[in-house]
C-alpha cells in the first residue's frame, strides 16, 4: 500500500493521463486533415467511356457529392454501369437524359463504382479537364482536381513556348493550361496553354 501511494506512482499515473489525453485531442485531428486532403486528390481513374443514354430514377439526383436515387449508364449493348444510391460522385452533365451527351469517369473496386463523375461530351472522343498538377511515374499524372489518370506514350504539347517534355511544360504554365483527354485511347494526349498564355507569348 505505501509503494502504491508513492509520489514516483502517482507522477506515472499522471504521465500516463496526460499521454491519453493529447493522443485524444491531438492524433484524430491531425489524422481528419489528412483524410481531407487525401480523399480530395485520391481519385483514380479506372473506367472513363462515353455514356449512350443515362436512365435514372425518378429521384435520381446528385447532392452534396452523393447520390440519391439510382441511376444506370448504358455504355454500349454489352455494358451498363449500376449507380446505386448513396455512391459518391460528381454531375457537370446538364443534359443526363440525352442519348450521347455525356462521359463517364469513374474510380472501380471490381465492377462497383466507388466514385465517379459525369462530364458533358464534346466533339469526337476527347473531354477538356484541369491542368496536370504533378508526375506520378509511370505515364501516370495528377490532375489539379484530383483525378489520377495515364498518359499517351506522346502527349502532344499546343503552347506557342516550346517546351521538352511534360514535366518541363506543367513547371512552365502548371494551373495556367488544361488537358486532353482521348476517352477511346483512356490516356491524356494532349496539354495546352490557356487563352492568356497564348496571348501574352
Request: aromatic share 8%.
Amino acid at each position: 500500500m505505501r509503494q502504491f501511494f508513492s509520489w514516483r506512482i502517482w507522477a506515472a499515473f499522471a504521465a500516463l493521463i496526460a499521454l491519453a489525453f493529447a493522443l485524444k485531442t491531438i492524433l484524430p485531428s491531425a489524422s481528419k486533415d489528412d483524410a481531407v486532403v487525401s480523399g480530395a486528390s485520391a481519385r483514380t481513374i479506372d473506367f472513363m467511356a462515353p455514356v449512350f443514354q443515362l436512365q435514372p430514377s425518378p429521384d435520381f439526383s446528385v447532392t452534396d457529392g452523393v447520390v440519391r436515387g439510382s441511376a444506370d449508364a448504358v455504355i454500349d449493348g454489352n455494358r451498363t454501369m449500376h449507380i446505386v444510391d448513396g455512391t459518391l460522385g460528381s454531375n457537370s452533365c446538364t443534359n443526363i437524359t440525352e442519348v450521347s451527351a455525356c462521359v463517364v469517369f469513374a474510380d472501380l473496386l471490381g465492377e462497383a463504382v466507388v466514385w465517379f463523375a459525369l462530364v458533358p461530351a464534346e466533339t469526337g472522343s476527347k473531354v477538356t479537364v484541369p491542368p496536370v498538377e504533378s508526375l506520378l511515374g509511370n505515364g501516370v499524372v495528377q490532375l489539379s482536381n484530383g483525378w489520377i489518370v495515364r498518359t499517351a506514350t506522346s502527349v502532344d504539347y499546343n503552347c506557342p513556348q516550346e517546351t521538352g517534355s511534360l514535366s518541363e511544360f506543367v513547371s512552365k504554365f502548371g494551373p495556367k493550361s488544361t488537358t486532353t483527354i482521348d476517352v477511346t485511347k483512356q490516356r491524356v494526349t494532349a496539354v495546352q496553354c490557356s487563352p492568356e498564355v497564348t496571348a501574352s507569348s
